[in-house]
């Protein structure tokens, strides 16, 4: 009786309850890495994936994958929906950065907006066309998961997740600079061509 206790807890334990745990750490750690990227980048205090539309490109690069393949009879793996999501999001930025070329913050949050919002319109006809099964799995990419993972995705997510925070410690002086804006670049630049002269 003891014995089957203890391999039972050590199932829920260590395999249903610790890979979960682990996951939303690491995934909690780079969500916060990229958004201080963003706000930083776009000077907004407001700005975020799911605000920029890259949230919604995700989705609809991992949407419009399932359709496709529904319609020609292919079944994909999830390699190849990280993939699409990785297109999506790429795409949507991109779109954004084309939008506004004058680099206003208040523009870039405002375009990111409503691309958002046709995006989340463009994915929901979507859906509407799809069957229960690839709906269902789209619900799951839509709403995130952290059913059924095995250690070694969570090693290869822990290996990103720390070369993420290596590349953002490089570019420390750089992203310092951009919190200074452009007077206070002209000041820094003028101080240290000072100390150089003397």
């Known amino acids: 009786m003891w014995l089957s206790h203890d391999l039972t807890t050590n199932f ?17 750690g ?15 205090s407001l700005a975020d994936p799911s605000i920029l539309g890259i949230n919604a ?9 399932l359709f496709v393949t529904e319609a020609v009879g292919v079944h994909l793996v999830s ?4 993939l699409a999501a990785l297109v999506g999001g790429f795409s949507s930025s991109g779109l954004l950065m084309l939008v506004n070329r004058q680099q206003s913050a208040i523009k870039t949050l405002l375009a990111g907006v409503a691309l958002t919002a046709v995006l989340n319109g463009i994915i929901l006809m979507l859906e509407l066309e799809m069957n229960q ?14 059913w ?3 250690m ?6 822990l290996g990103l997740g720390i070369g993420l925070i290596l590349v953002v410690l490089l570019m420390v002086p750089a992203l310092n600079g951009l919190t200074l804006g452009n007077r206070g670049l002209m ?10 002269a003397y």
Request: net charge negative.
């Open 12 to 28: 829920v334990v260590w395999q249903l309850r610790l890979p979960g745990l682990l996951a939303a750490i690491i995934t909690g």
């Open 30 to 44: 780079e969500l916060a890495v990229s958004g201080l990227l963003l706000q930083l980048l776009t000077k907004n």
């Open 57 to 65: 490109g995700a989705s609809l690069g991992v949407v419009v994958a």
């Open 79 to 82: 390699s190849w929906l990280l």
């Open 133 to 146: 099964f690839d709906f269902d799995k789209v619900l799951v990419w839509l709403n995130g998961s952290f």
């Open 148 to 150: 059924n993972l095995g």
């Open 152 to 157: 070694p995705f969570l090693t290869l997510q």
């Open 187 to 196: 000041e820094l630049g003028s101080m240290s061509s000072w100390l150089a």
